[in-house]
């Protein structure tokens, strides 16, 4: 019995060994991924987070400088340039966070900038680095689309997001994607952009948080823009200096809403947030108040939408009280597509691969969901911390598209989420549990194999009584 009980314990220890080996994620190759740049933040300033940012990305692209500017030279001419110098960014600069002006100087510095603000010289100059920070801000915006399944259809026990980037790209955009992750002593913020810019148009942290911005402006707005800015005291924040913030200080959707929306920007735009129990969509219109949206909310007639646990976003606000403001066909029609695609029920519930049919959907030849323009097309599950990323080639191919997985290449192994701790607390839990019920198998054995020799015992002594009694 001893030893049946000692090979258990032995199966039980290999056993465990395997559970732990089999719950460890094998990070996949880095075929056909973009770059990840890795900032140890804990002990820097932020002029020195910026200068090993510029010392990273300048190593992985040495003439960063050109492909920045042939991209603004193809997406501006040098009036709107000029104008957007003059107008635009005097007003924005003024409230940028210091540290986050530091961090620009440190890029800067590790980087090859002149004075001339020339598109097309095939140098960058310090103004044009600052036009790069603040596209959603300036008139290069974010477009596409979002959708989310929370955690009663979802059959990733946690919400699950989708999100396409369209954004008007050149060769060299499209070659300096990047994604930055910053660790710093107690979070983790992924910045899902491009190499040494710093603001966020797509990103999430450690705690789960994820927020992607979304035009919903008009061109008209751009055209003439910050309307709001001849009130007093009204001081105007950029959007992606504003969701790196978020990230950076929040750990929930209802805490970032919160901040978010308190803030006033210059042009209308929706801001999806989600985390790992929730997902909301802020609509905001510098014309009027910041309004939250969740997949309960009452929409405009025209753009219903009866999916339970489900949210879209298109480029353009649905509430019903923003009636008037979605009229482009292309976001009626995407709108309308994925209202059609949001069929997920407790019984029929989401995974990854319908989040993902869903987002590089091409049913329409003109108004697809993964359109021409789709420079990224990602899917962030909060609760496990995975990320599916789908990026443009430099080269326009006809390569399907097929999401890469990034996951051990971005969170350190101490800030991954919590669901997925719990996941590995599960099995050792139960490796624990077995390993007890061996003990106390061997404990037992021992124990009636102590017995047994009692009563032989008993029986020698009882034995050698009668034959004393016969004599």
């Known amino acids: 019995m001893f030893i049946t009980s000692l090979r258990l314990l032995i199966f039980c220890l290999l056993s465990g060994v395997s559970i732990l080996g089999i719950c460890q994620e094998i990070p996949p190759p880095p075929v056909g991924k973009i770059s990840v740049i890795h900032i140890h933040a804990e002990n820097l300033s932020p002029l020195d987070i910026g200068l090993e940012i510029g010392r990273q990305s300048k190593q992985l692209f040495p003439d960063i400088e050109y492909r920045y500017d042939s991209y603004l030279m193809a997406s501006l001419n040098q009036m709107g340039f000029n104008d957007i110098l003059r107008d635009r ?49 300036i008139g290069l915006p974010a477009n596409g689309t979002g959708f989310g399944v929370l955690n009663t259809v979802s059959r990733e026990k946690s919400t699950i997001i989708g999100r396409n980037l369209d954004l008007k790209s050149t060769p060299e955009l499209r070659s300096l994607q990047a994604i930055t992750v910053y660790q710093y002593r107690s979070h983790v913020l992924v910045n899902i952009g491009f190499a040494g810019i710093i603001t966020v148009l797509n990103g999430f942290n450690d705690s789960g948080l994820f927020v ?45 809403t919160t901040a978010l929306a308190n803030n006033s920007y210059g042009i209308s735009s929706n801001i999806l947030i ?45 509430l019903n009280s923003r009636s008037g403001s979605c009229e482009r066909a292309k976001d009626t029609y995407r709108w309308e597509r994925l209202r ?17 049919g869903i987002m590089l959907d091409s049913h329409n030849q003109y108004y697809e969901i993964l359109a021409s323009d789709t420079l990224q097309s990602m899917i962030y599950l909060p609760g496990t911390g995975h990320l599916y990323l789908y990026s443009a080639p430099v080269n326009t191919t006809k390569i399907p598209p097929a999401y890469k997985i990034y996951y051990q290449d971005i969170l350190p192994a101490k800030f991954r989420n919590l669901q997925n701790k719990n996941y590995y607390l599960w099995w050792i839990s139960g490796f624990l549990i077995l390993l007890a019920i061996a003990l106390w198998v061997i404990r037992r054995s021992m124990r009636e194999k102590t017995v047994g020799n009692n009563i032989g015992l008993d029986n020698v002594n009882t034995n050698s009584r009668v034959n004393n009694t016969e004599y």
């Open 212 to 256: 992607a911005h979304f035009n919903a402006a008009s061109d008209l707005s751009y055209q003439n823009p910050y309307p709001v800015r001849q009130k007093a005291g009204k001081t105007l924040q950029a959007y992606g200096f504003a969701m790196r913030k978020a990230l950076e200080t929040m750990t929930s959707v209802r805490k970032a």
């Open 89 to 137: 960014l005097p007003k924005l600069k003024s409230h940028i966070d210091d540290n986050y002006q530091k961090e620009m100087e440190g890029i800067a510095s590790s980087w090859t900038l002149i004075h001339d603000n020339k598109l097309g010289d095939g140098y960058l100059s310090w103004d044009e680095y600052w036009v790069l920070n603040l596209l959603a801000d």
């Open 274 to 318: 989600a985390d790992n129990n929730n997902i909301q969509i802020l609509e905001y219109s510098p014309a009027g108040k910041a309004q939250i949206r969740s997949w309960q909310s009452e929409t405009y007639p025209d753009k219903q939408w009866n999916s339970p646990s489900q949210i879209a976003v298109v480029d353009c606000h649905v």
């Open 340 to 356: 059609t695609q949001a069929t997920f029920t407790k019984n029929n519930k989401a995974g990854v691969q319908d989040i993902a």
